[in-house]
């Protein structure tokens, strides 16, 4: 029996299912990307779904195009902030467009009447484009009813950190608030900040900064004498792993129209990246309840100051 594809239904299709999965890959990576990047990665999913009409051609090659092909989608869709976000956005939409034609292809085992074709891991589902579209216009408005009743998410709090330890002051971090970070001294129970080491380790006294190179490159050094350090298991996207702290510093944190600081505050370093590099220390609010509210104001020479209220 022949077969009879539209190709204004097969790009379609692509189209739409290619946008949600980039959705959902954003959403799992906590970077969700514009609508027109979205756009952009969905018409180049869309686009490379013409393999179906291609010869049959070995596992080993379609499983190989569909890695090349989600890579390039995903750095379409996604802006680039590190290797380690991007492997993990391209594994996600991945492991995500896999699933999904390998539950179509489930489906047409059992013989249900889904009127849908596959070849090289690439599917064809013959539905009408005005049902598609439809459908999709009804589910868009069903999600912003859900929002209109119960309220959106609320927005990421950025804030800008300033860590000093001693005389020497560190640079502005973007720093996120994360109502999910639960990291804990274990010994003291004390709500530490986690920092970036590569952005924080030239303002570092040179003995701290010398000890913290010679942990994250595996040379055991000895701490420095009279610098509280100790090492924090600490639960990260690679695995667990015990990550340096040192104690003593002082941090004010600044956002819009509102300040914060707070004394002997432990700093947990690491040396890999954070959210994907769009922000260099994260805290939770345990530490953002600890730090005593400041007011801010301007001096003659434009800098700012704080004062304790």
Same mark, same amino acid.
């Given at each position: 029996?022949?077969?009879?594809?539209?190709? #204004?239904?097969?790009?379609?299709?692509?189209?739409?299912?290619?946008? &949600?999965?980039?959705?959902?890959?954003?959403?799992?990576?906590?970077?969700?990307? +514009?609508?027109?990047? =979205?756009?952009? +990665?969905?018409?180049?999913?869309?686009?490379?779904?013409?393999?179906?009409?291609?010869?049959?051609?070995?596992?080993?090659?379609? /499983?190989?195009?569909?890695?090349?092909?989600?890579?390039?989608?995903?750095?379409?869709?996604?802006?680039?902030?590190?290797?380690?976000?991007?492997?993990?956005?391209?594994?996600?939409?991945?492991?995500?467009? &896999?699933?999904?034609?390998?539950?179509?292809? /489930?489906?047409?085992?059992?013989?249900?009447?889904?009127?849908?074709?596959?070849?090289?891991?690439?599917?064809?589902?013959?539905?009408?484009?005005?049902?598609?579209?439809?459908?999709?216009?009804?589910?868009?408005?069903?999600?912003?009813?859900?929002? &209109?009743?119960?309220?959106?998410?609320?927005?990421?709090?950025?804030?800008?950190?300033?860590?000093? /330890?001693?005389?020497?002051?560190?640079?502005?971090?973007?720093?996120? /608030?994360? @109502?999910?970070?639960?990291?804990? #001294?274990?010994? =003291?129970?004390?709500?530490?900040?986690?920092?970036?080491?590569?952005?924080?380790? =030239?303002?570092?006294?040179?003995?701290?900064?010398?000890?913290?190179?010679?942990?994250?490159?595996?040379?055991?050094?000895?701490?420095?004498?009279?610098?509280?350090?100790?090492?924090?298991?600490?639960?990260?996207?690679?695995?667990?792993?015990?990550?340096?702290?040192?104690?003593?510093?002082?941090?004010?944190?600044?956002?819009?129209?509102?300040?914060?600081?707070?004394?002997?505050?432990?700093?947990?370093?690491?040396?890999? @990246?954070?959210? #994907?590099? =769009?922000?260099?220390?994260?805290?939770?609010?345990?530490?953002?309840?600890?730090?005593?509210?400041?007011?801010?104001?301007?001096?003659?020479?434009?800098?700012?100051?704080?004062?304790?209220?």
């Amino acid at each position: 029996m022949k077969t009879v594809i539209y190709l #204004d239904v097969l790009l379609l299709v692509n189209f739409l299912v290619a946008y &949600l999965l980039l959705r959902a890959v954003g959403f799992v990576c906590g970077a969700p990307p +514009g609508f027109g990047r =979205s756009c952009a +990665g969905a018409l180049l999913a869309a686009l490379s779904a013409l393999i179906l009409l291609a010869p049959p051609l070995p596992t080993t090659l379609s /499983l190989l195009y569909q890695a090349v092909s989600a890579a390039a989608v995903c750095r379409a869709a996604f802006p680039f902030r590190g290797w380690r976000g991007f492997v993990r956005q391209t594994v996600w939409y991945f492991l995500l467009n &896999l699933g999904l034609a390998g539950a179509v292809l /489930l489906a047409l085992s059992r013989n249900l009447p889904l009127g849908a074709q596959t070849n090289n891991f690439a599917v064809y589902w013959a539905v009408s484009p005005t049902l598609l579209v439809g459908c999709a216009v009804l589910v868009y408005l069903a999600l912003r009813l859900v929002l &209109l009743v119960f309220g959106g998410p609320r927005d990421t709090e950025c804030w800008q950190l300033r860590l000093s /330890l001693g005389e020497a002051e560190g640079p502005p971090l973007a720093a996120l /608030l994360d @109502t999910g970070f639960l990291l804990r #001294d274990p010994l =003291s129970g004390q709500a530490p900040v986690l920092a970036s080491y590569t952005d924080m380790c =030239s303002a570092l006294p040179q003995a701290v900064a010398a000890f913290l190179e010679g942990y994250f490159t595996g040379t055991c050094p000895q701490p420095p004498p009279g610098v509280p350090i100790r090492l924090i298991p600490c639960k990260t996207a690679g695995g667990m792993r015990t990550l340096p702290a040192v104690g003593g510093f002082s941090a004010r944190l600044f956002g819009p129209g509102k300040a914060r600081q707070a004394e002997r505050v432990l700093v947990v370093f690491t040396d890999q @990246t954070l959210a #994907d590099g =769009s922000v260099q220390a994260l805290f939770g609010k345990e530490f953002y309840h600890t730090a005593r509210p400041v007011q801010r104001h301007l001096t003659q020479t434009g800098q700012e100051r704080s004062a304790v209220e």
